[in-house]
């Protein structure tokens, strides 16, 4: 992985502190780099703790000489260990952040009150290195010798703080409603990152037996992904229960999204807790994953402009200055590459090895891994800045031409989910072609992707092409960042667009594949005959086909089993997905004999017998671990700033 600009630049801002005398170990260090000596924790002359690397801990005071034999605040500037603290968040790519940052404060400044000094709790450093090794084994570095759990860390029953408490505690604190306003009460005004958490945890409390609240990973600067959920049974996928998700905020400035999935979600809630028997129904057989905001960094820089003040640009980006919607491995490439070649399959194509060489965000990394952990079946991404629903391809078919139609295999299905919304948006229905999205009026509020304008790398056509999701985009409006009185008429002209939508999850086809013992049989492939993309079977042997009205020739295949084909039809006003159900043979012991037609060359993260392996979502190891006898590529930079070379940081 070659150095980025700003950790270059992070970088060489630290090497100014290291020019300092070089204090950062007294005695001196020993052969490896490391400090020696543990500081007591008891008596000390509490001192302000004024640097900058720590200026978020949850503490104002330290003491020296520290635990690392550090005794004075220069010595900890000057340190590697403090360089360390300071760049790791680039390191790593924004993974654990700002946990490690925190918890190697507590270490390197300890914190000091009332004239004692406060060792931090092990168990909290065990969970976070469990989590965390991972991300320093993608880059070959050894888990850093001062947060060593056993030896800078104190048990519960001895006494100690948790340095992490802060970041929990933001997001725990309960606010009231207001006076008098029954719980029903929506509060439609904008949320900042802290207050959408606390929404969402209160709502889910509300209606615990049927919603919770879970991260799917962080933002680059440390801010929790957080989901709220809706089912009749919380965290456990039910069988032949579609999952559908929606997510909001993918660019940070644009917030219709994220304010109308935390209105969504608390609709949700007080109706089924009033009996509302439509969303009741929809709960009790569906599986919903609401994503407010993807790129909470994001939307932190837009807010401080303001509603009204916000540019177009200014917080579309997360905190690396990269585009999320931009950022997913472009398989749409390769699906054209491969969609002229026949014989050969164009669905669940692998990411290719190269792409983890590019800078990939850890909120795209965190997307990746929940679509590859819930078997999703239909999905919406919502953003701002026009009034239309679009649908992939995004990426032309013919990379330079800048608008063509790119039409997927199930253009059909595509365009009635877009119909779902657009069809029952107030606005994208009006007749004015001056209004918002008038220029799509004449194509009903729905465009392909490419047709309108091209672009790489995107969210849905990676859904698509990557797993058995279908994605659409949802324009909401022109005024990216809508000031606090245009949030409730939003509301208004969203709220049944977005229920007709979750429910579009039941059109098609459902069914269970097993063999005929009643096994389950995962991995199956579903084939529809005129319709050149595959969706597979859940680990249970579930799967759901969305198909548009018709009659269908459905083929259902795995390794090891005889084919078995059925025709269905599905009535133009059918709304429940038709139960079909599969009864696989084995083979006998001659030849195995495949589908005849499509086919496909086996990807590297497919075994031989046709079972996907796990697929890595970060650099394989093997490519990152330099040759015999060098150095990482990150160990000439902390060389070249400490005359102690920190050799602690190597892993062989």
């Known amino acids: ?39 007591s924790t008891h008596n000390a002359t509490c001192v302000d703790l004024h640097l900058r690397t720590c200026a978020d801990a949850a503490y104002n005071y330290t003491s020296f000489p520290t635990p690392l034999e550090h005794r004075s605040r220069e010595a900890v500037e000057a340190s590697p260990e403090y360089m360390l603290l300071g760049v790791l968040h680039f390191l790593l790519e924004g993974q654990c952040n700002p946990d490690l940052r925190l918890l190697g404060c507590s270490v390197l400044v300890p914190r000091c009150e009332g004239g004692h000094t406060q060792r931090p709790c092990r168990h909290v450093c065990e969970g976070l290195q469990e989590a965390c090794q991972p991300a320093f084994d993608a880059i070959d570095m050894a888990w850093p ?10 048990p519960e029953e001895e006494g100690c703080y948790d340095p992490l408490e802060q970041l929990r505690g933001e997001l725990d604190a309960e606010e009231a409603l207001p006076s008098g306003l029954p719980p029903t009460f929506i509060r439609f005004a904008h949320h900042s990152y802290a207050q959408m958490v606390r929404v969402l945890k209160r709502t889910a409390t509300r209606c615990s037996q049927v919603a919770r609240t879970y991260s799917i990973g962080r933002s680059f600067e440390g801010k929790d992904l957080v989901v709220i959920e809706f089912s009749s049974r919380p965290g456990q996928h039910e069988l032949m229960e579609p999952e559908v998700k929606l997510i909001g905020n993918i660019h940070g400035n644009e917030v219709a999204g994220r304010e109308m999935l935390i209105y969504l979600a608390q609709y949700l809630c007080s109706e089924y807790l009033l009996g509302n028997p439509r969303i009741q129904r929809l709960l009790n057989t569906t599986r919903i994953h609401l994503l407010p905001s993807m790129n909470p960094d994001g939307y932190e820089v837009a807010a401080a402009e303001g509603a009204g003040y916000n540019g177009w640009t200014s917080g579309r980006q997360n905190a690396q200055n990269l585009d999320l919607n931009r950022n997913f491995p472009d398989l749409t490439s390769e699906y054209y590459r491969l969609a002229s070649t026949r014989g050969v399959r164009t669905d669940h194509l692998p990411i290719s090895q190269y792409y983890w060489w590019g800078k990939v965000a850890p909120e795209t990394k965190a997307i990746m891994k929940w679509i590859q952990a819930v078997p999703f079946v239909l999905s919406a991404s919502l953003h701002g800045g026009d009034l239309v629903v679009s649908y992939p391809f995004d990426f032309s078919k013919h990379p330079h031409e800048e608008k063509m139609f790119s039409p997927t295999p199930d253009e059909k299905m595509f365009k009635l989910l877009a119909r779902a919304y657009a069809d029952v948006h107030p606005m994208m229905m009006d007749r004015s072609e001056n209004r918002c999205g008038g220029n799509f009026l004449k194509r009903g509020s729905i465009i392909n992707g490419a047709d309108w304008y091209s672009f790489t790398g995107g969210m849905s056509d990676f859904n698509y092409l990557h797993t058995n999701c279908f994605e659409i985009t949802v324009e909401l409006g022109c005024v990216k960042f809508p000031p606090e009185e245009a949030l409730y008429g939003l509301w208004q002209h969203n709220k049944e667009p977005l229920l007709n939508f979750l429910e579009m999850v039941h059109r098609g086809i459902k069914g269970v594949v097993m063999d005929k013992y009643g096994k389950p049989v995962k991995n199956a492939r579903i ?33 090891g089993y005889s084919k078995v084909m059925k025709r269905v039809t599905i009535p133009l006003r059918m709304r429940r997905a038709g139960r079909v159900d599969f009864i696989l043979q084995p083979l006998g012991t001659g030849p195995k004999n495949f589908l005849p037609g499509p ?22 190891r093997a490519r990152r671990q330099p040759a015999t006898g060098s150095k990482p590529w990150w160990w000439s930079y902390f060389t070249s700033l400490t005359p102690y070379k920190p050799r602690w940081l190597l892993k062989y």
């Open 145 to 154: 010798y001062f947060l060593d759990c056993a030896q800078y860390f104190t």
């Open 599 to 620: 086919s496909r060359a086996l990807p590297r993260s497919q075994d031989p017998h046709g079972e996907p392996a796990p697929l890595d979502f970060e650099p394989p």
């Open 527 to 559: 084939l529809v005959k005129g319709i050149r993309h595959d969706i597979t079977t859940a680990p249970d042997g579930d799967y759901w086909r969305l198909l548009p009205p018709g009659s269908h020739i459905v083929i259902a295949q795995a390794p």
């Open 1 to 39: 992985m070659p150095p980025t600009p700003l950790l270059l630049a992070a970088l060489s801002a630290l090497a100014t502190l290291a020019s300092a005398a070089h204090l950062s170990c007294s005695p001196g260090p020993d052969p490896s780099g490391k400090c020696q000596g543990l500081a």
